[in-house]
């Protein structure tokens, strides 16, 4: 039986999600898709599905999330999360809207909270627009994201375009006076019969007062953040003893890698400052070669065998957004499908190989990555910078990987990672 259930809208948001979990104590698995009956978990507190809903057609996206819902009830879930992204990634048609909205007539809630907050990466809510860093959102890049481009920073008015229901908000003044009060306004909200309400927070305190006040919601929704103060309202109603060592670092023997499919500036600057590091090796993929025909594998594998276990190294295909733009105007929005499925190819040949240890950057490129190597589920480890953890397959020979999300870590990550894993 578990006490936690979340749906997730994509793979590294859920190793985002599992890893705050994780840190608050919990003893977390976050499985690859909704997994088969055959899959054996070890014991925990939550598990995290991670979807890959964020984009694809409301209707999937809805089937999907409720289906997941209905197996996390089935496994004991009192209380489940939809994560999204902290930049509310998403259009009118959602999916955050209709989702939210189908999983709350599957659980026959009347009522949820949604706040994208994650203040330790810059994102804050407040009076219902979401800043990320000193920027609304919609002046920040994401006003330019090829999929779900976000020109409305407004949450509420979001929300009222994407689902049903009244939307109301909660806003500063309100959560600044902690939990009781949110809660009364939750109530107040409830009384009024909005479905949907959006809070504002500007810290960890908030988010953790906001936690505290809808214990007694069945589903809250929001980035990872939302999750920061539930095992704490768990504990406190008398259903959860926080777990002195809820995910240890696991040791392997064996040579680790670093694969790079992210084109985001904090992954260029992790590489730029990877190459830098003394001793470190690097391959950069051809990638028109690739497109144009050319299997790098053979010639990834002669190279990296060479060095394998004697020195940490990185195989990339990343690139600035400008040779990106120029690539895919060259070879069409399938090339990035063809540099995913061959760095997927050369996991397999490393694990092959004997790499026990894989750092993966960028979100679609982890997704690529442990469909490849065959990952179901994971266990979730220590936390290597905020978002990030270890973790480790449960049906895979020993495997560790971290998941990053392209916009996630610190300029020095690939070296820190690998270091905890000597
Ligand atoms: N040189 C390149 N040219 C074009 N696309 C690339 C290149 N290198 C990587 N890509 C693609 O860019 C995408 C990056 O997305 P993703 O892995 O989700 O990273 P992020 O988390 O930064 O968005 C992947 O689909 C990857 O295959
Ligand atoms: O909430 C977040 O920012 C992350 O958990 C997340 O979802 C990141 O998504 P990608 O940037 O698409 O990897």
Same mark, same amino acid.
Request: glycine content about 10%; overall charge neutral.
């Given at each position: 039986?578990?006490?936690?259930?979340?749906?997730?809208?994509?793979?590294?948001?859920?190793?985002?999600?599992?890893?705050?979990?994780?840190?608050?104590?919990?003893?977390?698995?976050?499985?690859?898709?909704?997994?088969?009956?055959?899959?054996?978990?070890?014991?925990?507190?939550?598990?995290?599905?991670?979807?890959?809903?964020?984009?694809?057609? =409301?209707?999937? #996206?809805?089937?999907?999330?409720?289906?997941?819902?209905?197996?996390?009830?089935?496994?004991?879930?009192?209380?489940?999360?939809?994560?999204?992204?902290?930049?509310?990634?998403?259009?009118? *048609?959602?999916?955050?809207?209709?989702? %939210?909205?189908?999983?709350?007539?599957?659980?026959?809630?009347?009522?949820?909270?949604?706040c994208p907050a994650?203040?330790?990466?810059?994102r804050t809510v407040y009076q219902g627009h979401l800043f990320?860093?000193?920027?609304?959102?919609?002046?920040?890049?994401?006003?330019?994201?090829?999929?779900?481009?976000?020109?409305?920073?407004?949450l509420?008015?979001?929300?009222?375009?994407?689902?049903?229901?009244?939307?109301?908000?909660?806003?500063?003044?309100?959560?600044?006076?902690?939990? =009781? %009060?949110? #809660?009364?306004?939750? #109530?107040?909200? *409830?009384?009024?019969?909005?479905?949907?309400?959006v809070v504002d927070a500007l810290?960890?305190?908030?988010?953790?007062?906001?936690?505290?006040?809808?214990?007694?919601?069945?589903?809250?929704?929001?980035?990872?953040?939302?999750?920061?103060?539930?095992?704490?309202?768990?504990?406190?109603?008398?259903?959860?003893?926080?777990?002195?060592?809820?995910?240890?670092?696991?040791?392997? %023997?064996?040579?680790?890698?670093?694969?790079?499919?992210?084109?985001?500036?904090?992954?260029?600057?992790?590489?730029?400052?990877?190459?830098?590091?003394?001793?470190?090796?690097?391959?950069?993929?051809?990638?028109?070669?690739?497109?144009?025909?050319?299997?790098?594998?053979?010639?990834?594998?002669?190279?990296?065998?060479?060095?394998?276990?004697?020195?940490?190294?990185?195989?990339?295909?990343?690139?600035?957004?400008?040779?990106?733009?120029?690539?895919?105007?060259?070879?069409?929005?399938?090339?990035?499908?063809?540099?995913?499925?061959?760095?997927? *190819?050369?996991?397999?040949?490393?694990?092959?190989?004997?790499?026990?240890?894989?750092?993966?950057?960028?979100?679609?490129?982890?997704?690529?990555?442990?469909?490849?190597?065959?990952?179901?589920?994971?266990?979730?480890?220590?936390?290597?910078?905020?978002?990030? =953890?270890?973790?480790?397959?449960?049906?895979?020979?020993?495997?560790?990987?971290?998941?990053?999300?392209?916009?996630?870590?610190?300029?020095?990550?690939?070296?820190?990672?690998?270091?905890?894993?000597?």
């Amino acid at each position: 039986m578990i006490l936690l259930g979340a749906i997730a809208d994509d793979l590294t948001g859920a190793t985002d999600l599992a890893s705050t979990l994780r840190e608050s104590g919990m003893r977390v698995v976050q499985t690859i898709g909704l997994p088969g009956n055959h899959l054996a978990l070890p014991p925990v507190d939550a598990i995290v599905v991670a979807l890959k809903s964020r984009s694809i057609e =409301p209707e999937l #996206a809805v089937g999907q999330s409720v289906e997941a819902a209905t197996w996390l009830r089935s496994l004991g879930a009192g209380k489940l999360i939809f994560k999204y992204c902290s930049t509310f990634d998403s259009t009118d *048609r959602g999916n955050i809207g209709p989702v %939210a909205d189908a999983l709350l007539n599957a659980l026959g809630a009347d009522l949820t909270v949604h706040c994208p907050a994650f203040p330790n990466n810059g994102r804050t809510v407040y009076q219902g627009h979401l800043f990320v860093g000193s920027d609304l959102l919609s002046e920040s890049g994401m006003r330019h994201h090829p999929i779900t481009p976000m020109t409305d920073s407004n949450l509420p008015r979001l929300l009222r375009r994407q689902a049903s229901g009244d939307v109301s908000l909660v806003c500063h003044e309100i959560v600044s006076q902690g939990a =009781p %009060a949110i #809660a009364d306004a939750i #109530a107040a909200a *409830r009384r009024a019969g909005v479905r949907h309400v959006v809070v504002d927070a500007l810290s960890e305190r908030h988010l953790i007062d906001i936690g505290l006040a809808t214990a007694d919601l069945v589903l809250v929704s929001g980035s990872s953040g939302i999750a920061l103060g539930i095992p704490d309202s768990l504990a406190r109603q008398g259903r959860f003893t926080p777990n002195r060592d809820p995910g240890e670092l696991r040791r392997f %023997a064996g040579p680790s890698a670093v694969l790079a499919g992210s084109c985001s500036r904090a992954t260029l600057g992790q590489i730029a400052y990877f190459k830098s590091v003394p001793d470190a090796a690097s391959y950069k993929l051809d990638v028109a070669a690739l497109l144009d025909g050319r299997d790098p594998v053979d010639e990834v594998m002669a190279w990296a065998s060479r060095r394998l276990g004697s020195k940490p190294i990185l195989i990339y295909a990343s690139e600035t957004s400008e040779n990106v733009q120029a690539i895919l105007r060259g070879y069409g929005a399938g090339a990035v499908d063809r540099i995913e499925a061959t760095l997927g *190819r050369i996991a397999v040949e490393l694990h092959r190989h004997g790499v026990t240890r894989f750092v993966v950057a960028g979100g679609e490129t982890s997704g690529a990555v442990v469909h490849a190597l065959g990952v179901e589920a994971l266990v979730i480890g220590p936390s290597i910078d905020t978002g990030v =953890p270890w973790t480790y397959a449960t049906n895979a020979k020993p495997l560790a990987v971290a998941l990053k999300s392209g916009n996630f870590g610190s300029e020095d990550f690939f070296a820190r990672a690998l270091a905890q894993q000597p």
